[in-house]
């Protein structure tokens, strides 16, 4: 058998009150101080270390990069747009559904590469993996 307040009784309300144990367990909760151990950004760069420059360019690149991406191969990709730099290259890696027409896929992803390479002065390359 459930206790519940008495203050929830009162006022009329069942379901709202959950025991906090029962609630994190829903929640998966993860603690402050881990979660850049348990959980990844989207965006891998060294750009907010101290002492590095145009750190806001690469926050508003990697915004643009993703409303791109998302919105030329709308349908296609299934997960954020993970944006990785290393040195002069940018790696775009999303999940794309196992039923693509590939002739499209494959054109959109060579012209979106040929596109953000030209707009961003450097190499974009595009590795999509496949959802089962």
Same mark, same amino acid.
């Given at each position: 058998?459930?206790? /519940?307040?008495?203050?929830?009784?009162?006022?009329?309300?069942?379901?709202?009150?959950?025991?906090?144990?029962?609630?994190?367990?829903?929640?998966?909760?993860?603690?402050?101080?881990?979660?850049?151990?348990?959980?990844?950004?989207?965006?891998?760069?060294?750009?907010?270390?101290?002492?590095?420059?145009?750190?806001?360019?690469?926050?508003?690149?990697? /915004?643009?990069?993703?409303?791109?991406?998302?919105?030329?191969?709308?349908?296609?990709?299934?997960?954020?747009? /993970?944006?990785?730099?290393?040195?002069?290259?940018?790696?775009?890696?999303?999940?794309?559904?196992?039923?693509?027409?590939? /002739?499209?896929?494959?054109?959109?992803?060579?012209?979106?590469?040929?596109?953000?390479?030209?707009?961003?002065?450097?190499?974009?390359?595009?590795?999509?993996?496949?959802?089962?």
């Amino acid at each position: 058998m459930r206790v /519940v307040p008495p203050a929830l009784v009162i006022l009329g309300v069942r379901h709202a009150y959950q025991p906090k144990s029962k609630q994190q367990k829903k929640d998966n909760i993860v603690p402050s101080h881990r979660i850049g151990v348990t959980q990844s950004w989207d965006s891998q760069h060294t750009g907010s270390l101290k002492g590095s420059y145009w750190a806001s360019e690469r926050l508003l690149d990697d /915004v643009m990069i993703r409303k791109f991406v998302q919105g030329v191969m709308h349908g296609f990709v299934q997960s954020e747009v /993970v944006i990785k730099r290393k040195a002069n290259r940018i790696s775009l890696v999303f999940l794309v559904t196992k039923e693509v027409d590939i /002739v499209k896929f494959y054109f959109l992803q060579g012209f979106t590469e040929k596109l953000l390479t030209e707009l961003l002065g450097c190499v974009v390359k595009i590795e999509p993996q496949t959802v089962y």
